[in-house]
């Protein structure tokens, strides 16, 4: 299948560019204010509109840090270590998920002794918001063309631009269904039940880890990386701990339910 060659930016006014790359990150921000705003009133949380607002800039802003510094160590540091100043060039690209979850953990601890609640009481308020986002940012990898998978012949691959003329897997629509409805779904009958607070939060920390570990099998591993301790990638060696301590966790959480 040719690749659908959807024009990246959006909306043109003068010099001025919108991309939809980033209006998916601003969906999601968007999508974290409510969702943090209404499960704030269900549980009778005193959060003001101000303070919900407060807390989700201090978020963004753990996923923005934590995501390009995750990104350089993880991923290029050589490369950044050569090239320092190019640690400010956002507009390049380059950012981790697994070091925007950091940014955003170490985010919402400071959020939450601002606030007067415990960590995992606001983390479970907060990761149900986080399948939107990710789904949107991996429609937009796909919409970039980017970050797309390994050479297929599935009926399905797709020619990506940069792709080297061969059909791949579309991986960024993989992982936007898994970590996205799918994701939010298990969370949403994760948080219906009774269960201690950090119930919802480990729950979305197994849970991404093992969807991301098994679509890397399907996506291009990085260029300057390649695979990695035999046929695996980065993001898999980052992902599978999640998984574990996440599942284990959970496990925790659910005696102390029990007891």
């Known amino acids: 299948m040719p690749f659908p060659h959807i024009d990246p930016v959006f909306f043109r006014l003068g010099p001025l560019e919108f991309r939809w790359y980033g209006l998916m990150y601003i969906l999601g921000f968007i999508a974290s204010y409510l969702i943090l705003k209404r499960g704030a ?17 201090s978020l963004a802003l753990g996923v923005i840090l934590g995501g390009r510094l995750g990104y350089i ?26 070091g925007g979850l950091m940014g955003v953990v170490v985010a919402g ?17 907060c990761v149900p918001a986080a399948p939107v986002g990710l789904g949107l940012g991996r429609l937009g990898n796909f919409i970039n063309g980017e970050l797309y998978g390994r050479a297929t012949d599935v009926p399905w691959g797709i020619v ?18 898994l970590e996205g409805p799918v994701l939010f779904a298990i969370l949403a009958a994760v948080g219906r039940k009774k269960l201690p607070a950090g119930a919802v939060f480990w729950t979305f920390v197994a849970m991404y880890g093992l969807f991301r570990f098994f679509v890397e099998f399907f996506r291009e591993p990085d260029a300057q990386l390649g695979f990695l301790l ?11 701990p999640m998984f574990l301590l996440g599942a284990a966790m959970v496990v925790v959480v659910s005696r102390r339910a029990k007891k």
């Open 109 to 125: 601890i400071l959020a939450a002794r601002k606030k007067g609640i415990g960590f995992f009481t606001l983390a479970d308020l």
């Open 41 to 57: 009133k269900r549980m009778g949380l005193p959060f003001t509109k101000d303070d919900v607002a407060d807390i989700i800039f």
């Open 160 to 177: 990506f631009p940069g792709g080297g003329g061969v059909p791949r897997h579309p991986s960024q629509l993989y992982e936007a269904f």
């Open 73 to 98: 160590v993880f991923y290029n540091l050589p490369y950044y270590l050569a090239h320092p100043l190019k640690v400010f060039a956002v507009w390049e690209g380059g950012m981790s998920f697994h």
């Open 230 to 240: 035999g046929p695996f990638s980065m993001g898999q060696l980052l992902s599978f």
